[in-house]
């Protein structure tokens, strides 16, 4: 019963990290681009460490698990924060779209 719930939840992960991919390829400017980047990869991750912690064997392993999850939010955030600050230092605004 785990196999299946496993697969679905690192699959869902992975649908997340494409879209947080997408957002990075298509959007417009830096700050819609961290906001795709850092919502969906930790998200997708998030998945991914649940669907693995179903697997896990004892109580060591869904530990490494959880603090690897927590160190990317950590990262995610700090280094998106620092990107948003070297943007609006630069004077970079967020674009805006021109109706068709």
Partial sequence: MTE???AMLVGLG????L????????L????SRLHALTKA???GLGFIV?????????????GKLVLIWAFALI???TSA???ARSALRRKSTPSERQAP
């Fill in 4 to 6: 299946p719930l496993t």
């Fill in 14 to 17: 992975l649908v997340f990290f």
């Fill in 19 to 26: 879209a947080g991919t997408l957002g990075l390829i298509r």
């Fill in 28 to 31: 417009p400017d830096t700050f």
């Fill in 41 to 43: 990869d930790n998200l």
């Fill in 50 to 62: 649940l669907g693995l912690a179903l697997q896990a064997d004892d109580w060591n392993v869904l």
């Fill in 75 to 77: 990262a995610a955030g």
């Fill in 81 to 83: 924060q620092l990107v």
